[in-house]
Structure formats: C-alpha cells, structure tokens
C-alpha cells in the first residue's frame, strides 16, 4: 500500500460523505480544551470539505460550549471512524474561519432552522425537550478547520497499516508502528 493512495483515498472518503448522507465520515466527533483544560468532545456533522486546502466546514450555534472552547484555543481534534473498512483517521486542526453569512443559514431546511434559533443556549436544563421556544436571533454560525496532521490507522487481518501525513512537511507522509 503506497502512501500517496492511502492520503488520497482519505480526501475521496471525505468529499464523498459531503454527497453521501449515510457515509461513516459524515458524522465524526470534534474535540476541544475547555478553560479548565478538560477536553470537550462530541458528534458534528461534516458540512463541507475543501478538498485542495484540506478544510473540514460544520455548522453551530454561537453560544454552544464549542464556540466557548474555541476562544480558549483553536486547536481541535477530529476522529473519523469508517466501520465498513475498519479506519480509524485523526486529524489534528485548527479553527480557520468563522462565518455567520445568514445566506447559508437560510439555505437551511426550516426544521434546521430552529437549532440556531431557540431562545435559550444550547445545555440549558429544560422541563420539556418538544416545547423549545424558538425566537428571532439566529445564532448560527460555519466554522472551518483547516487540516494540520492527519493519522490514518487501517485495521487490517494480514497487518494493521498506521502512517501520518504532515502539512509543514507538504504532506508527505510515513508509517508507523500501528
């Protein structure tokens, strides 16, 4: 297996599962610091990949724990797991952009509409999860992370395959002990 298509079958996987809603690496679990330094993980869905930059586009709601995270560091995590071929890939990241265009926000289908419209943040202990009061304020906001690493390990019968490919090394990648 050669380096070089195992770094471009990752960017096919990612550009497919912008078209593929049922793809394994449309859903994939972002990782932040807290203020206390604790991580903070959770599941996102990939909206967008820029394919030639190696940026990874979600959406948000400006006042969600992820928002709070990323003003203490921009440095994030993604873990991508594709159960079908037994991969695992992390990407290590870095908070690149912030956009609250609200042309991308009413592109939305309206029942996505009313996650970045409820009067109340994200976490708040609520008394009933079917009656959210929804507002005006929009709150929405794309964010995108722009690839600084990426680790690929590949569960093989034969021999599990772990390589890493670098941006400050114009990702160029090597093996490594899995």
């Given at each position: 297996?050669?380096?070089?298509?195992?770094?471009?079958?990752?960017?096919?996987?990612?550009?497919?599962a912008?078209?593929?809603?049922?793809?394994?690496?449309?859903?994939?679990?972002?990782?932040?610091?807290d203020?206390?330094?604790?991580?903070?993980?959770?599941?996102?869905?990939?909206?967008?990949?820029?394919?030639?930059?190696?940026?990874?586009t979600?959406?948000?709601?400006?006042?969600?724990?992820?928002?709070?995270d990323?003003?203490?560091?921009?440095?994030?995590?993604?873990l991508?797991?594709?159960?079908e071929?037994?991969n695992?890939?992390?990407?290590?990241?870095?908070?690149?952009?912030?956009?609250?265009?609200?042309?991308?926000?009413?592109?939305?289908?309206?029942?996505?509409?009313?996650?970045?419209?409820?009067?109340?943040?994200?976490?708040?202990?609520?008394?009933?999860?079917?009656?959210?009061?929804?507002?005006?304020?929009?709150?929405f906001?794309?964010?995108?992370?722009?690839?600084?690493?990426?680790?690929?390990?590949?569960l093989?019968r034969?021999a599990?395959?772990?390589?890493?490919?670098?941006?400050?090394?114009?990702?160029k990648?090597?093996f490594m002990?899995?």
């Open positions: 297996m050669i380096l070089s298509d195992i770094f471009s079958e990752c960017k096919n996987q990612w550009s497919q912008i078209k593929d809603k049922n793809h394994p690496f449309r859903f994939f679990v972002l990782s932040t610091v203020f206390e330094n604790r991580p903070n993980s959770r599941n996102v869905i990939l909206r967008g990949f820029d394919i030639k930059n190696l940026n990874f979600i959406y948000a709601d400006l006042r969600s724990k992820k928002i709070n990323l003003k203490k560091s921009a440095a994030v995590q993604l991508f797991y594709n159960y071929y037994s695992q890939i992390i990407v290590q990241s870095e908070l690149s952009d912030i956009n609250t265009d609200l042309n991308i926000f009413n592109q939305l289908p309206e029942h996505s509409k009313k996650s970045y419209t409820s009067l109340d943040p994200p976490g708040k202990t609520i008394d009933d999860p079917y009656n959210v009061a929804i507002g005006k304020a929009i709150n906001c794309q964010l995108t992370f722009k690839a600084l690493s990426i680790e690929v390990l590949l093989k034969e599990n395959i772990r390589c890493c490919f670098k941006l400050k090394n114009d990702w990648g090597f002990i899995p």
